[in-house]
Nanobody, 115 residues
Framework: QVQLVESGGGLVQPGGSLRLSCAASGSRFSIRTMGWYRQAPGKQREFVASITSFGITNYADSVKGRFTISRDNARSLVYLQMDSLTLEDTAVYYC?????????WGQGTQVTVSS
């Protein structure tokens, strides 16, 4: 059974930084593409970043140059380093595991950017 558990969210001032973590279990993590998505109040869930098993990354235009996705295959972890945060980054952030049979989501972690 695949489980994804996010952590690292919280309250941060504009211009600040946070690092989110997602711990995966129940799947061959090292071969999976992993992603981060977010959902702000009243909005649809949107793509933030992804990383393939080979370490190829992709970012939404809105976070490019500010966010960095990385992974630790030995520990089955994926990270999202978020710098230069703005009010518009406030959302619940979700970790996603892509597989050939199904996609899996974590429960989400709240990120609030406020002065």
């Amino acid at each position: 059974q695949v489980q994804l558990v996010e952590s690292g969210g919280g309250l941060v001032q504009p211009g600040g930084s946070l690092r989110l973590s997602c711990a995966a279990s129940g799947s061959r993590f090292s071969i999976r593409t992993m992603g981060w998505y977010r959902q702000a109040p009243g909005k649809q869930r949107e793509f933030v970043a992804s990383i393939t098993s080979f370490g190829i990354t992709n970012y939404a235009d809105s976070v490019k140059g500010r966010f960095t996705i990385s992974r630790d295959n030995a520990r089955s972890l994926v990270y999202l380093q978020m710098d230069s945060l703005t009010l518009e980054d406030t959302a619940v952030y979700y970790c996603k595991l892509f597989s050939s049979t199904a996609d899996y989501w974590g429960q989400g972690t709240q990120v609030t950017v406020s002065s």
